[in-house]
């Protein structure tokens, strides 16, 4: 079977084009709109992200600030700079670059943004939003992959869905979001039992554990919805998701690719939930 590929390089470009109109919009009513990014340290990875999310505001006309802060910046010094935005009228989104500095908690971090500028949707308050189902800021990872979803018309309602990963960022946002679509979920860990036979009761499997090609045919319903959420690296710095794409791909409906799948959609998502800020902030 040929499956059909979801295209989030396609998907997450319509959306920035969306947004930049309802941006240009915002902006003849005298709206602007403005990111604060903050980053501690200098880690290649974090680096590259914040330079892609800050491309991604001019494309679409939103205005950024970057922080860049020394490494030995303390948890105080960092908490003190976020409040000093929270108070401020003319920002409208904060973003963390994660991972912070190991002597920095990042719960502690996520928690000080205020909730109507938490853009990443890591606070307690976001994620406990999501949970009851009450409109907040979606986390970008997840919130991306529904967008796939919807947008290459795959059914959510009634289907069984497996999430493989539990994280704060990936895993549990995603299974409140599916739940909340009224699909039943499954939420699945390193410590589930019989995960192959788990994973074989999928319509929909989401896969997100960092460990590269770790999915093979094996865990794969005929016919199911495939979404791969990892991003690894081999031996050779080529990129590689959590699913092994050649087994898997013939035995799916869909599957997204790594790169090309989910890992633009994030970006995209973002973008969308500094535009919603507008709206929260009212
Ligand atoms: P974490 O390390 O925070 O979580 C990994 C999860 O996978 C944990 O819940 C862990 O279980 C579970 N797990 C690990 N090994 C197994 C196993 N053998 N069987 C079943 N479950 C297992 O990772 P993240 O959620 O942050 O990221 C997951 C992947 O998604 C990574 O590759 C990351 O790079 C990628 N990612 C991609 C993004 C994108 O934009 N496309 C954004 C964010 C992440 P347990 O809880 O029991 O330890």
Redesign the pocket.
Known sequence: MEPFIIDGKKISQDIKDELKVKVADYKSKGIEITLAVIQIGDDIASTIYVRNKKRACEYIGINSRSYELPKDTSEEELIELIEKLNEDDSVNGILVQLPVPDYIDPMRVTSAISRKKDVDGFCPYNAGALSLNVDGFVS??PA?ILELLKRSNIEIDGQNCVI????????KPMGSLMLNNNATVTL?????KN?KEVCKTADILI?????SE?ITSEYVKEGAVVID????RDENNKLT??VLYEDVAPHCSAITP?PG???P???AMLMNNCVKSVEIQK
Do not use: E
């Open positions: 970008c990872t991306g493989v990963g539990r994280s704060n960022i990936v895993g699945t860990h390193s410590h589930t995960l896969v997100g554990i960092g460990i770790f959420v990892g991003i690894n998701g959590d790594v799948g989910v890992g959609m994030t970006i």
